[in-house]
């Protein structure tokens, strides 16, 4: 069982950036790759970003490549996800996972309860 809670959210105006964590419970934080979603008002959820186990493998959605950054320090059972020139459309809440699968598809096994950020001026 991981649990994980997600913390750094808030307002940015656009061009901004934002850096979001994800603590993750237990001893085996190490053993999942690690994912970002995200959830805009209105909207189905989206993948963002992906992590595998070690962290030398990273995958993006287009809409943020570039822009995004996801990393892991499994020495500290969490994952980040920088987020830079953000833009009013990457407003959502944005949810961390965790599974047994590198993959952009949405099933993993578990999942934070998100934080919001919001880009607006």
């Known amino acids: 069982q991981v649990q994980l809670v997600e913390s750094g959210g808030g307002l940015v105006q656009p061009g901004g950036s934002l850096r979001v964590s994800c603590a993750a419970s237990?001893?085996?934080?190490?053993?999942?790759?690690m994912a970002w979603f995200r959830r805009a008002p209105g909207k189905d959820r989206e993948f963002v970003a992906t992590?595998?186990?070690?962290?030398?493998?990273?995958y993006y959605a287009d809409s943020v490549k570039g822009r995004f950054t996801v990393s892991r320090d499994n020495a500290k059972n969490t994952v980040y996800l920088q987020m830079n020139s953000l833009k009013p459309e990457d407003t959502a809440v944005y949810y961390c996972?965790?599974?047994?699968?590198?993959?952009?598809?949405?099933?993993?096994?578990?999942w934070g309860q998100g934080t919001q950020v919001t880009v607006s001026s």
């Open positions: 996972a965790a599974g047994w699968v590198f993959s952009q598809n949405d099933n993993y096994a578990y």
């Open positions: 237990g001893r085996t934080f190490s053993s999942y790759a």
């Open positions: 992590i595998n186990t070690s962290g030398r493998s990273t």
